[in-house]
């Protein structure tokens, strides 16, 4: 069965700290990819990252890495330098044709 | 480009009452995807097209739900008639082709509140 788990509800960060999303999958297929989406309270999904399940290092797009442990399928998302404007709602999600999507996580940056 | 677009962005409807969604895509994307949020949950898949076809409705949850393509240009989804457990945030999204590695653009989603 596909499945998506982030179990944190709620996480709080103080500004221009670093925080870490869990999210952990669970797919017997070997092609796969992981997203992170973010969706602000105006509730539009916008995409942040991506992993491959065949990419061997992990992805980087600006303040944000994805921590992808293949072995232990987890795929945390890391914010550095937090920002207020990151307070938001957000989802990993993994595709194998559909896309299967955790609970999300809500993140508030403290000023 | 335009992104993904949706309509209404709220709606309010009884018990009973229809309601239809309806989602324009990015120009060129032939795949278009409906998902649905209920409050506090997940978000679900509901159904698949490629261009006017349904690739995947294995998430619509009964028949109540009837989403159409035609032209293989705008989706709409109806719901008919609406029952309370329906209240929820519905996405569409869509993407150029429907591989693991090709992301798909959503949309702002309809907030259906049904009373």
């Known amino acids: 069965a596909q499945k998506i788990t982030q179990t944190q509800p709620g996480m709080f960060v103080q500004e221009k700290e670093a925080v870490t999303l869990d999210c952990t999958y669970d797919?017997?297929?070997?092609?796969?990819?992981l997203f992170w989406y973010k969706q602000p309270s105006s509730g539009e999904m916008i995409f942040l990252i991506y992993q491959g399940s065949y990419d061997e290092q992990n992805a980087t797009e600006g303040r944000y890495s994805l921590n992808f442990q293949k072995a232990r399928k987890s795929a945390n998302l890391v914010i550095s330098a937090s920002q207020l404007g990151d307070s938001a709602m957000y989802f990993c999600a993994m595709r194998v044709e559909q896309f299967y999507f955790g609970t999300g996580t809500s993140l508030t940056v403290i000023p | 480009e335009a992104g993904v677009t949706q309509f209404p962005s709220h709606s309010v409807i009884e018990k009973g009452q229809t309601v239809t969604l309806r989602c324009d895509p990015i120009?060129?994307?032939?795949?278009l995807y409906w998902y649905r949020r209920v409050m506090g949950k997940e978000i679900k898949f509901l159904l698949h097209?490629?261009?006017?076809?349904?690739?995947?409705e294995s998430g619509m949850p009964n028949n109540r739900f009837l989403a159409e393509r035609t032209g293989g240009t705008y989706s709409t989804l109806k719901v008919q008639p609406a029952e309370l457990e329906d209240s929820g945030v519905y996405f569409c999204?869509?993407?150029?082709?429907?591989?693991?590695?090709?992301?798909?653009?959503f949309g702002p989603g309809t907030r259906l509140t049904v009373l």
């Open positions: 797919t017997s297929d070997q092609s796969y990819g």
């Open positions: 999204a869509s993407s150029q082709a429907a591989v693991y590695y090709n992301e798909q653009f």
């Open positions: 120009s060129g994307h032939d795949n």
């Open positions: 097209f490629v261009k006017e076809s349904k690739q995947d």
